[in-house]
């Protein structure tokens, strides 16, 4: 079936370092690659996606890339700051379930010391 | 941040006793899921309504059962909770094909 890996588990940085998170997906027809942050009992939200038909979106310090041939992405934030400090998770949309269904990297826990 | 929400936000339950738990939008998107997340795990989607389409994860257990009434509510059924159960649950909706927008939550606890 589907899956998604997601790299490093864990991931400790200084304030105003960069952080680089990593996802690999197995299904070559997903189309769809969001990023989610989750604080400590709060719902996930989205930070920043990209398309199939797309190699790299910014948003102010984030950033994301993607390498279809190789069938991966990747989170950028730089200049970190301590309210980066969650678990982002990496999704990619495949194929079945007609495209509605999002199969979900295992997360990353990001963590800024000042 | 008031689009999907989520009832109760907390709900105690004992072993064995049915539970209900709420999932209403604003968005009138096509699309309702509902995933079980356990502590530091990723969402693990249970199963999800395309408009009255049901569709079950091949691995959700019988004891999860779903509603969708209309396009604005759907219910999440938990038959017999077992210790297992407890976790957050998470109600999201999307457009076909679309991002996903995820609701504040319940946290189930089971006594």
């Known amino acids: 079936g589907e899956n998604v890996e997601q790299h490093p588990s864990t991931l400790s940085v200084q304030e105003g370092d960069s952080a680089v998170i990593k996802c690999t997906y197995s299904?070559?027809?997903?189309?769809?690659f969001p990023w989610y942050k989750q604080e400590l009992g709060k719902r996930p939200q989205l930070i920043i996606d990209?398309?199939?038909?797309?190699g790299e979106k910014k948003d102010q310090r984030i950033a994301v890339t993607l390498n279809k041939t190789a069938k991966h992405f990747s989170l950028h934030i730089t200049e970190t700051q301590p309210e980066d400090s969650a678990v982002y998770f990496c999704?990619?949309?495949?194929?079945?379930?007609?495209?509605?269904?999002?199969?979900f990297g295992a997360g990353t826990r990001l963590a800024v010391h000042p | 941040d008031a689009m999907v929400i989520q009832n109760p936000r907390y709900q105690v339950t004992q072993f064995g006793k049915p539970v209900t738990l709420s999932c209403s939008q604003t968005?009138?998107?096509?699309?309702m899921y509902w995933y079980q997340q356990k502590s530091s795990q990723a969402p693990k989607l249970l199963f999800h309504?395309?408009?009255?389409?049901?569709?079950n994860e091949a691995d959700t257990p019988d004891n999860f059962q779903s509603r969708r009434p209309n396009t604005s509510f759907c219910f999440l059924d938990i038959r017999s909770p077992g210790l297992g159960d407890a976790a957050m649950y998470l109600c999201?909706?999307?457009?076909?094909?679309?991002?996903?927008?995820f609701g504040p939550g319940t946290r189930l606890t089971v006594l």
């Open positions: 999201a909706t999307s457009r076909p094909r679309d991002t996903q927008y």
């Open positions: 299904d070559s027809a997903s189309n769809y």
């Open positions: 990209i398309r199939s038909n797309v």
């Open positions: 999704a990619a949309r495949p194929v079945s379930g007609g495209y509605n269904k999002l199969i």
């Open positions: 968005l009138n998107h096509n699309v």
């Open positions: 309504y395309y408009d009255k389409d049901f569709n």
